[in-house]
């Protein structure tokens, strides 16, 4: 069978979601080389991966989009972020290349350089991508604000507007450290956003309509196969068993963005109700808080067990974490921080499979009455549990990137 070799960026939120795809690699008889952010190396060794640390360097660039006062700037920075890491994360997978020599590389998307890398290479390739695509389109709105879909010649006249001004605005910050990757490595330059995410010849894009906008003009490299779910391998905590309530289930962000208020507020809105609330603040600090009788505050508990008992699940808008959710047809209130999460938020409420609260309005009162609609949307979210299902999962991505190994190979010197 053949050798793969995946890469992603430093980042739990893009290797979880992968683990299941690698699963299904390796039991089909392939060889699978993972090259990941250090602290999860020893968990992917115990899968049967060849894994190592990506370049430490790359993580000691981190996100500061949460000193951005407004949502483009906070997406700007965030942009910036993944721009300043592309030589890094070039320079990494091409020696990786020379350790592994696969017959297939998978790369994360958000690695800019290494796709390059990747590309030059000359070999089968693909990308994976764990949240909203920020492809433009004729069918949805421009990517970043979380705008409501157009309808009507109006709404058509709104997104032909805004388009040049919003994409055009990460462009300018994406595309010249992009071409300065790959321009050495003989490559020719790409012009802008679409160019960039259609580079690869497959793109695994891990969600599925109705969740994600119907789009008339899909590159045929996209494949739509639903999510896919992993967590670390953990005791169930004893306490859970001693919940005889409903849940509710707060998550915030895996990589620091100041969204630690969400978790104060759930609590405080949720205070008199008949739930249990259960917090887990992986990028944050436990000691921090002070939890109300219904409410328990942990750094990390499996979220599957907690969502099996859930009624709602209250979000900061990551795609992976509010995706887990909707594919056990729990409803979510998504309050959106920054990054892709103002996409995700909007498209919780536009599948009608929960509430949006954007974070600058977020009170306990508005909060506790954003939970109450949402789970009276559950309909909504088993609507698109059954399409997650139906997309396929890690079966599916699998067959699109066993196809990949069929092309033919034309390697570079790099």
């Known amino acids: 069978m053949s050798r793969i070799l995946a890469y992603t960026s430093p980042a739990r939120g893009h290797l979880y979601p992968l683990v299941p795809i690698l699963d299904e690699l390796r039991n089909r008889g392939h060889d699978v080389a993972v090259r990941t952010l250090p602290p999860e190396v020893p968990a992917m060794r115990a899968r049967g991966f060849d894994a190592a640390e990506v370049d430490p360097a790359i993580a000691e660039i981190e996100h500061d ?10 997406l700007k920075r965030s942009v910036a972020t993944f721009a300043r890491r592309a030589p890094l994360d070039a320079a990494d997978l091409r020696r990786a290349l020379d350790d592994v020599r696969p017959d297939l590389v998978l790369v994360d998307i ?65 595309i010249p450290p992009v071409n300065a990757v790959r321009t050495p490595m003989g490559l020719a ?22 969740f994600e906008y119907p789009r008339s003009d899909w ?15 953990a005791a169930l905590p004893e306490w859970l068993d001693a919940v005889t309530t ?33 917090v887990t603040v992986p990028a944050g600090d436990v000691a921090g808080f002070s939890p109300p009788a219904n409410a328990r505050v942990e750094s990390f508990v499996p979220h599957g067990p907690v969502l099996e008992r859930a009624v709602c699940a209250i979000t900061h808008g990551g795609m992976g974490a509010t995706q887990k959710a909707l594919a056990r047809g729990v409803p979510v209130v998504a309050v959106p921080f920054g990054r892709d999460q103002h ?29 109450r609609e949402a789970i009276a949307r559950k309909e909504g979210a088993g609507r698109v549990a059954r399409a997650f299902h139906d997309a396929g999962g890690a079966v599916a991505a699998a067959d699109h990137l066993e196809t990949q190994l069929t092309r033919p190979v034309t390697r570079s010197s790099l």
């Open 246 to 278: 409903p849940i509710v289930l707060v998550t915030t962000s895996s990589e620091f963005q100041d969204d630690g208020r969400l978790a104060r507020m759930a609590m405080e809105a949720l205070a008199d109700e008949d739930v249990t609330v259960v």
């Open 219 to 233: 590159p045929p490299s996209i494949r739509m196969v639903g999510p896919c779910e992993w967590d670390p391998p």
């Open 65 to 74: 989009d949460h000193l951005g006062r407004t949502s483009t700037a906070k």
């Open 110 to 174: 958000n690695s800019w350089g290494a796709s390059a890398a990747a590309e030059a290479w000359g070999g089968p390739w693909a990308t994976w991508c764990p949240y909203p695509l920020p492809l433009p389109s004729r069918d949805a709105p421009p990517f970043g604000p979380g705008l409501t879909p157009a309808r009507g010649p109006l709404g058509r006249l709104r997104d032909r507007l805004l388009r040049p001004v919003i994409i055009g605005a990460i462009e300018r910050i994406m």
């Open 343 to 371: 996409e995700v938020a909007r498209r919780v409420e536009v599948a009608g499979a929960g509430t949006r609260l954007p974070a600058r309005r977020l009170r306990p009162d508005r909060l506790r009455r954003a939970v």
């Open 189 to 210: 330059p790409i012009a802008d956003v679409r160019g960039l995410l259609t580079a690869a010849p497959l793109t695994i894009y891990l969600t599925a309509e109705p």
